[in-house]
C-alpha cells in the first residue's frame, strides 16, 4: 500500500511569489470592495494551505503593533503604498505583558505598489496607510494559518501586550 507523501509547508518565497502575483492580478485588486471609513478584506486561496487576504486599506488606515501568532508570513502592496514599522530583533512569543524596548530597534519601510517583505515567525509591526486622499490596498500571506494575533499598545519604549485575538473572533 502506498501513501501519499505529506505536503510540504510553503516557504516565505512560496509566500512572496503568491503575494505578488495576486497584487499584480488588476481583475482581483480592483474587485475589492473599498469603504471609506474602515478596512476590507476578502479571503484568498493561497498556496500550500497557507491563509492569505486582500486588504483594502482607507487613508488613515492602520493595524496598531500586533504579531502574528508564531506565524510567518508575506505582503505585498497592490495599489498606493503603506508604510510598515517594526522591531529589528524577534521578540519572545509569550511569557511576558510588558517590554522595555532598547534604543535603535525601530525600522521603518516604505512599500509601494509592487514591493513587498517577508517576515518571520516573532515579527512584531504595525502597517499604516499614510496617504490622505487614497486607498491602498495590499494582499497578505501566513503559514500556519494563524492560530491567533496578539495586539500591543507602544508607549515610547515600552511595548505591552493588550489583547490575543483567536480567529472565531475576526
Not at 479571503?43 to 500550500?48: M, N, Q, T, Y
Request: with cysteine; proline share 9%; aromatic share 8%.
Amino acid at each position: 500500500m502506498s501513501t501519499a507523501p505529506a505536503p510540504t509547508a510553503p516557504t516565505a518565497a512560496d509566500l512572496l511569489d503568491f503575494a505578488r502575483s495576486v497584487a499584480a492580478d488588476a481583475a482581483v485588486v480592483g474587485d475589492l470592495p473599498l469603504d471609506p471609513e474602515g478596512r476590507t478584506w476578502v479571503r484568498l486561496e493561497g498556496p500550500g494551505g497557507c491563509e492569505a487576504w486582500l486588504i483594502g486599506w482607507p487613508p488613515g488606515a492602520e493595524t496598531g503593533w500586533h504579531d502574528h501568532g508564531g506565524s510567518y508570513g508575506v505582503f505585498v502592496t497592490a495599489a498606493g503604498e503603506l508604510t510598515e514599522q517594526s522591531l529589528s530583533v524577534p521578540l519572545p512569543s509569550e511569557g511576558w505583558r510588558s517590554l522595555e524596548l532598547a534604543e535603535g530597534l525601530d525600522r521603518k519601510r516604505v512599500l509601494p505598489e509592487g514591493v513587498g517583505r517577508a517576515f518571520g515567525r516573532n515579527h512584531v509591526h504595525q502597517v499604516t496607510n499614510n496617504s490622505p486622499a487614497t486607498h491602498a490596498v495590499s494582499v497578505h500571506a501566513y503559514y500556519p494559518p494563524l492560530p491567533l494575533i496578539r495586539r500591543y499598545s507602544r508607549k515610547g519604549s515600552t511595548l505591552r501586550l493588550e489583547i490575543v485575538e483567536r480567529p472565531e473572533e475576526w
